[in-house]
């Protein structure tokens, strides 16, 4: 059952999974996260469906990233930030005592909002996950499916031991992606993840988002309305911390149910 | 109405003027040091260049001035930084490291900053008291390298803490994130890429924190360093004299023969000086040209 938040009407429930949706990977219920006492999520509750990629808008401070950082525990490093509510990750509580954050990011991967590759060469960005985490295998055979996963191999199979750094903004990028993929994570977390580049390589990452999500569930955040709308299969609206309403993406943007999701999507939004 | 923008003509001129005197001001300054350091080097090299040979590289000190050397001095230098870095780096670096990236946020850990601040500024004479109390009495090494070494490796400590936390705090925070996110430990983090990126910093703090305490005297006297010492040392437990020490003791003797002596020891001092910075300046270049 999914739990509301006392100050919603009780006829909705805004995140319950939508119809047509596989079965949930993720269950957020009845997440508030403060920074101190400043409340930055207030009673979420949601279902992400699996290898299906779900968005979550809103303006600016609505609360978007952190709740992204608490899905692979991110949020462990800020201070002073607290947590009430529960995380199901295949029916197992993200929070509870005997989970060990390290376990819970090899499987949840994550794409940051600047493209932040490793000092180091692309090959070594690709496989230092899996080294550091006792991968026996091949490790060629993994860097080349990663990248190929990731539509990079072709730029960079003649320099895979060139510094990652003399890639441009929107390879840097890929290979942030094909570095997660390499993890073999459940589902991949992606913050703002074509922001920081032109619309030419925005559309190479949206096209990446495509092939993907046959694979991995994707969870991204954007500012970018269109971008959602394009890319993604089921949307959240989120506003000052709150869910305001979550569906599929053709309904939230169509034919949004609440008023305030209308006046954000379609840009009156004060 | 005329527009306010018309008067700045009127101004202009002065300002001009206020800028041109303060960039004057600035160059005087900066080439003042230069200048303090050529008349130095000229000075010392008029007094002490006849007295630069091979010989007074390889003898040891002696009662006449023809014949003593530095050797011993020297060599009990070259002891002494070695036994300080074997000992400050790794306890200067590891500390960094937990304040940097261990260590929570707390009273503890303030009083811990402060107090290393504190340290970085205590006159080193204070740490030669402190070395005899602890080092050559209390842990009874008497007056050896070891106990030089341990004494020196206090004075340059917080001096090394401060330089290798801040190259530490350098290292953007995104790569920390990226490895964290691929499931890092906090280890895995830090040895893998905050060490690596963090290193031409470290080492360039270490190496300057080194070259003060090649040129520390005060606490060597005070822990008892020998001024004449006509054998090298053997190892740790042996005594031993410094660079510093043995230009001190030159200097202080009547015959002008040992004031010439004493102006080449500052020489070589000197020239390991300028060594040990070079190499500092030329590891920060390299890590500069490269892709960080």
Sequence with gaps: MTLVHPMRPPTREPGSAPAGARSAILEVENLSIWYGDNRAINGVSLKIPEKRITAIIGPSGCGKSTLLRTFNRMNDFIPGLRCEGRVRFQNRDLFASGVDPVEVRLRIGMVFQKPNPFPKSIYDNVIWGPAINGFRGDRDRLVEESLTRAALWDEVKDRLKDSALGLSGGQQQRLCIARALAMQPEIILMDEPASSLDPRSTARIEDLLFELKKLYTIVIVTHNMQQAARVSDFTAFLESGELIEFGETEQVFTRPKVKRTEDYVTGRFG | ?292
């Design chain 2, 1 to 292: 109405m005329t527009s306010w923008v018309e008067t700045v003509s009127l101004t202009l001129p002065r300002r001009r003027r206020a800028a041109r005197v303060f960039a004057l001001a600035c160059r005087l300054i900066t080439w003042s040091g230069v200048v303090l350091l050529g008349v130095l080097l000229v000075h010392v090299s008029r007094e002490g260049f006849q007295w630069l040979d091979w010989d007074f590289l390889t003898s040891f000190p002696s009662r006449f001035a023809e014949r003593a050397g530095i050797k011993s001095a020297l060599m009990g230098t070259l002891w002494l930084i070695g036994g300080t870095g074997a000992v400050s780096i790794p306890l200067g670096v590891a500390a960094s490291i937990y304040l940097e990236e261990y260590a929570r946020p707390g009273r503890i850990k303030s009083i811990i900053e402060i107090n290393i601040a504190n340290l970085a500024g205590v006159p080193s004479i204070v740490y030669g008291i402190l070395g005899l109390a602890l080092f050559v009495r209390g842990m009874a090494l008497g007056r050896s390298v070891a106990a030089g070494a341990l004494t020196m490796s206090l004075l340059i400590l917080p001096v090394i803490v401060i330089t290798s936390r801040e190259a530490i705090r350098a290292v953007p925070g995104s790569i920390r994130q990226a490895a964290f996110a691929l499931g890092a430990t906090r280890w895995q983090v830090t040895r893998d890429h905050v060490l690596p990126a963090a290193l031409p910093g470290i080492l360039t703090g270490v190496i300057l924190a080194m070259s003060r305490a090649i040129g520390e005297t005060a606490p060597l006297i005070m822990i008892g360093a020998l001024t004449y010492v006509a054998f090298l040392p053997r190892g740790p437990a042996d005594s031993f004299t410094a660079l510093p020490i043995q230009i001190f003791n030159w200097a202080s003797r009547q015959q002008a023969e040992f004031h010439g002596l004493a102006a080449a020891g500052i020489i070589i001092l000197l020239v390991v000086l300028f060594v040990m910075n070079g190499v500092a300046v030329y590891i920060r270049n390299r890590s500069q040209r490269k892709p960080q």
